[in-house]
């Protein structure tokens, strides 16, 4: 029999799922777009924890941050894809013994499965004290500060764009407070109108703000990314 090499009938067939008797339309409609989507695919096939590892791949690949010897803070690391990234990345075990040795840090307010080359901690960012415990592990200041974290949704599109935008902006006074001169700051943001003065900010203690949209975003997130690269301790 002649082997088909068309390419018909050998198309991916989508993932159908039926509403299940208590569950919430929008929550099938998640599921059914969880289970087709091929960044979630790929980060099964490549064990990564979540499909958030490709954006900050994507990113890195476009930026070059997360470099040999790096020292990096990633805040609200949970589940760990981004850290999965950072590791070999930045040298963090060791495993490139003519390049220099990174350290990673991860926090986030629950625990989190262990990663081997990260240092993963219990903490919440915003506690007083969280800048000098961070900077004592680190054993110095950060070249690097990350932060794919996003608030609790409220189904108010307009409130949690305030939402997140307020925590990227704690985000970034942490990272004023830990980054060593030159260092980066990554931070997830919405678009929504509300973020003139988080660019603002963080146009006055860094070199370069760029605004990025990487290509694991989904295409109906109103998702992008701040990448503040060249930080100054002093203001302008």
């Known amino acids: 029999m002649a082997k088909n090499t068309s390419g018909r009938g050998q198309r991916d067939l989508k993932v159908k799922v039926k509403t299940a008797r208590g569950r919430r339309l929008s929550s099938t409609l998640w599921l059914e777009r969880q289970l087709n989507d091929p960044y979630v695919q790929r980060a099964r096939k490549e064990g990564y924890r979540g499909r ?16 040999p010897g790096a020292r990096v803070v990633d805040l609200g ?36 499965e262990p990663i081997a080359g990260a240092e993963l901690h219990q903490l919440d960012f ?3 004290d969280a800048d000098d415990k961070v900077k004592a592990w680190l054993g110095g200041q950060a070249d690097v500060v990350m932060s794919d974290m996003a608030a609790a949704s409220s189904g108010h599109k307009q409130t949690d764009h305030l939402r997140i935008i ?66 100054r301790s002093a203001a302008d």
């Open 52 to 67: 958030a590892a490709f954006k900050i791949l994507e990113l890195d690949d476009k930026y070059h941050f997360l470099k």
């Open 77 to 112: 690391c949970a589940p760990g894809g981004w850290c999965q990234i950072a590791v070999p990345r930045i040298n963090a075990l060791g495993e490139k013994p003519s390049k220099p040795q990174g350290r990673l840090i991860g926090i986030d307010l629950q625990e989190v």
């Open 126 to 128: 915003l506690d007083e």
């Open 166 to 231: 307020s925590l990227c902006e704690a985000a970034a006074y942490f990272a004023f407070d830990v980054l060593a001169e030159g260092g980066t700051f990554v931070a997830k943001v919405l678009a929504g109108g509300a973020e003139g003065e988080l660019q603002k900010l963080l146009k006055q203690r860094f070199t370069k703000v760029a605004n990025v949209k990487p290509g694991a975003s989904r295409a109906d997130s109103s998702e992008k990314f701040v990448v503040a690269t060249g930080f």
